[in-house]
């Protein structure tokens, strides 16, 4: 009989399971909103990144079924082929003046817009400067580019200029951080990051996911909320997350786009977007322009929730956005955490190594824009009751 190559694997799975870190997936059946059904059972929902509600969205929806029905349900092709359709490059467009950009380009998520960036634009004479949490997406970027990385501690800035002022001067680098830490929800030090690439003629980078629709006028993102507009060359943004539909997007030179037009490998060799993912982003950006009260709702949301969950004694570290997260620190005890929380009616998901470092294991809570004050407070009672029950209070 065939000896199974793969027979290791299910070793690590049982290793997991020994850990208590063994997960499933929790299904969703219905649409994703902020009081919705998993597993059968209903809860108040903190774990999609759908910040404004905009999954759910009559025009967004609208707009993907008319698109669907005048266009098609695919593209077809890669862009550099014959998948470049006219709604495509209206959702550039439209992105680029949304961004105060000269252009953009649209890869299919964000992962592959960051990926196949930061591979395109180095080789392997060149470096990295990278904050060490910033997403998985920018990590395996580099990797594939064969640069050099250089990792500063978490937003440790003093640590990055005297990693890029012993580089020499002819080297080519690229600063990059997250603009916000998708586990952390703190922001990227950013005004300071590009003063050191002023300095030292860094190539800088920001990948926004976090922060597009979230912060920022209209939700233009980290680089408008400080004013960081034409000090950083590559901004990168999901349509994915508070966009809610699906995509990511570089923002920056004509020249830089017109360059991973050539060598960004998901652009080149990757299908592009169903015309009613785009049409569903473009109505997004309307939606943004039109009832950026949606905005507001989200932080007020924030604010209370954040505040509930430090009053009643969690350990919430150092987040300044919508991601607030309940650092617990043992792996097992965040995901019995989050076990006892769901069962209670809640969902946040736990988050243990290697996602982050293994005593600062976690649930992480995301709230939107359309979760309403009783679910909210429905959730901080939860909080309190599964707190006290696993002694974390
Ligand atoms: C910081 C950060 N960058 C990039 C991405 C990737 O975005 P997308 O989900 O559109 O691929 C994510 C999503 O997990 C993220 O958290």
Known sequence: ???????????????????????????????????????????????????????????????????????????????????????????????????????????????AANAGTVAAVLSKDDVVISDELNHASIIDGCRLSRAAIKVFPHKDTAAARRIVAELPAAQRKLLITDGVFSMDGDLGALPALCDIAEEFGCIMMVDDAHASGVFGRNGRGTIDHFSMHGRVDIQVGTLSKAIGALGGYVAGSRALVEFL???????????????????????????????????????????????????????????????????VGDGALAMKLSDRLFQEGVFAQGIAFPTVARDKARVRTIVTATHTRDELQFALDVFAKVGRELSIL
């Open 261 to 327: 037009y050539h060598r960004a490998r998901p652009f080149l060799f990757s299908t592009s977007h169903p015309p009613a993912v785009a049409a569903a982003c473009i109505a997004a950006l309307d939606v943004l322009e039109q009832e950026p009260q949606i905005i507001e709702r989200l932080w007020e949301n924030t604010r209370f929730f954040k505040s509930g969950l430090q009053t009643l004694g969690f350990n919430t570290g150092l987040s300044e956005s919508p991601i607030t997260p309940v650092i």
């Open 1 to 111: 009989m065939r000896s199974d190559p793969l027979g290791y694997l299910t070793t690590e799975l049982e290793a997991l399971k020994q850990q208590g870190l063994y997960r499933t997936l929790r299904v969703l059946e219905g649409e994703q909103k902020a009081k919705t059904t998993f597993d059968h059972r209903q809860v108040v929902n903190l774990s999609s990144n759908n910040y404004l509600g905009l999954t759910t969205h009559p025009l967004l929806r609208e707009r993907a079924l008319e698109a669907t029905r005048r266009l098609g349900v695919g593209s077809g092709s890669v862009r550099s082929i014959a998948g470049t359709m006219d709604i495509h490059m209206e959702l550039e467009r439209r992105l680029a003046v949304f961004k105060h950009t000269e252009a953009v380009v649209v890869f299919q998520s964000g992962f």
